[in-house]
């Protein structure tokens, strides 16, 4: 009796088990986007360089994986980033402003700042600069 039992078992394993590797979705990579507009954008000294903390609010909700990428900037003394986060895979709902809001930051260091006066943040529909 105790050997049925373990077959069943692992016969309802291997069942269960088969439509995981074929078939189905297949995930797909979204890009990272530029957020939709930027709120705050602050500099916060330290000992070793600065903190860059950015704020801005999503289109909808769900955007996840926020990120300062660096851009070129033509001007010198000038840093310049984008605030890019991936988007949901599928539609979601817009709700409150408040409750899209997303937060990021990163450090640079005193080199990274060498002779830097300004930094820019870019989203898709607005741009905020802090004066260094």
């Known amino acids: 009796m105790t050997r049925l039992v373990w077959l069943a078992l692992a016969a309802t394993l291997v069942a269960t088990g088969c439509g995981r590797g074929g078939g189905g979705t297949v995930p797909v990579a979204i890009a990272p986007t530029p957020a939709a507009k930027i709120r705050a954008v602050d500099l916060a000294s330290t000992s070793t360089g600065a903190l860059l903390t950015a704020r801005a609010v999503a289109p909808t909700q769900g955007y996840w994986n926020a990120a300062l990428v660096p851009q070129e900037s033509d001007l010198p003394g000038r840093l310049a980033f984008t605030f890019a986060a991936t988007p ?9 402003e408040r409750s899209r809001e997303i937060a990021v930051a990163t450090y640079l260091s005193l080199r990274e700042l060498a002779g830097v006066d300004q930094i820019t943040v870019q989203g898709a529909d607005s741009t905020h600069a802090v004066n260094f």
């Open 88 to 96: 949901p895979p599928g539609p979601a709902p817009v709700l409150t």
